[in-house]
T-cell receptor, first 112, second 114 residues
């Protein structure tokens, strides 16, 4: 069984630019989560999809972040316009039961 | 708000020694406690978890204990090996919630010296 995949693995952009991160969950997992780890701090929850619906987006920092999961399969997280403080590692995780969560390798975003 | 405190932030042990990482959670409604291991450049990997109806769980050289009254849980690694070197994260969640979002500790960097 393939694990959670994320693309790209690294992204370096300038402040003010736009970046889109992609996550492909484990096949059959309805639950998809986005998390972020900034500057070696704890991994923080951003939002949760059940199929194509946003179940909880309480962790989204501000309206520069937009997450979508059209069709209930893969998800994208767009940051527009990017700011310096958005730098960090963005993780995606998926789950079949909202309990055990399996993580992707992350996308390291650097905003210069 | 909900938070999880994890200690120590770094831990260095000799190969063969034991390592213990401790976490404390704030939300008494939390009932699921996973531990993740992240090796350099790799994904966080779920290595063991415990639910609130159990006090201890073992899997070969790793074990987790839970004290619901004190709201803390710990990871124990025995007979450490160099391949145990990684960053370990504890987390807590409420399975009764409609999301199951994980609240993570700050991470512990474990170094096992050969």
């Amino acid at each position: 069984e393939a694990g959670v995949t994320q693309f790209p693995s690294h992204s370096v952009i300038e402040k003010g630019q736009t970046v889109t991160l992609r996550c492909d969950p484990i096949s059959g997992h309805d639950n998809l989560y986005w998390y972020r780890r900034v500057m070696g701090k704890e991994i923080k929850f951003l939002l949760h999809f059940v199929k194509e619906s946003k179940q909880d987006e309480s962790g989204m920092p501000n309206n520069r972040f937009l997450a979508e999961r059209t069709g209930g399969t893969y998800s994208t997280l767009k940051v527009q316009p990017a700011e310096l403080e958005d730098s960090g590692v963005y993780f995606c995780a998926s789950s079949h039961n909202r309990v055990e969560q399996y993580f992707g390798p992350g996308t390291r975003l650097t905003v210069t | 708000g909900e938070n999880v405190e994890q200690h120590p932030s770094t831990l260095s042990v000799q190969e063969g020694d034991s390592a213990v990482i401790k976490c404390t959670y704030s939300d008494s409604a939390s009932n699921y406690f996973p531990w993740y291991k992240q090796e350099l450049g790799k994904r966080p990997q779920l290595i063991i978890d415990i639910r609130s109806n159990v006090g201890e769980k073992k899997d070969q050289r790793i074990a987790v204990t839970l004290n619901k009254t004190a709201k803390h849980f710990s990871l124990h690694i025995t007979e450490t090996q160099p391949e145990d070197s990684a960053v370990y994260f504890c987390a807590a969640s409420k399975t009764s919630s409609n999301t199951g979002k994980l609240i993570f500790g700050q991470g512990t960097t474990l170094q096992v010296k050969p």
